[in-house]
């Protein structure tokens, strides 16, 4: 028996039903979505804006925490560091942007 993948009219995942009857009202649609959290929207699925945000947040946290080693390593060998901290403020205000146009900085040459 075939799965199929149901989505409710605001385009929240229902979930695959094999067998069963989906809820009243159900829409179907060819796939389920890559998260539980996507919306399925004009024919396609969408990351929710929770995913998008935890995603982004994922990559500034590891952006951050490279700088924050080049900046102790420029810090131990007496250097300027003015150039990486400019950078990790550019990541911390990277939350400032709009969610769906993030412009990642650009980390200095080593």
Known sequence: METKYFVN?????LGG???AIPPEGAIEVPT???HGTDKYVDGQWQPSHEFVLATVREQRTKKLEYADVQINKL???GK???????Y????RDITKQPINAIV???????
Request: glycine share 6%.
């Open 104 to 110: 990642w900085p650009e980390a200095p040459h080593e």
């Open 88 to 91: 990790r403020q550019a990541l």
């Open 32 to 34: 389920a979505p890559n």
């Open 75 to 77: 810090e131990d060998a």
């Open 80 to 86: 300027d560091t003015k150039e990486w901290r400019s």
């Open 17 to 19: 039903f094999c067998g």
């Open 9 to 13: 009219s605001a385009g929240d995942y």
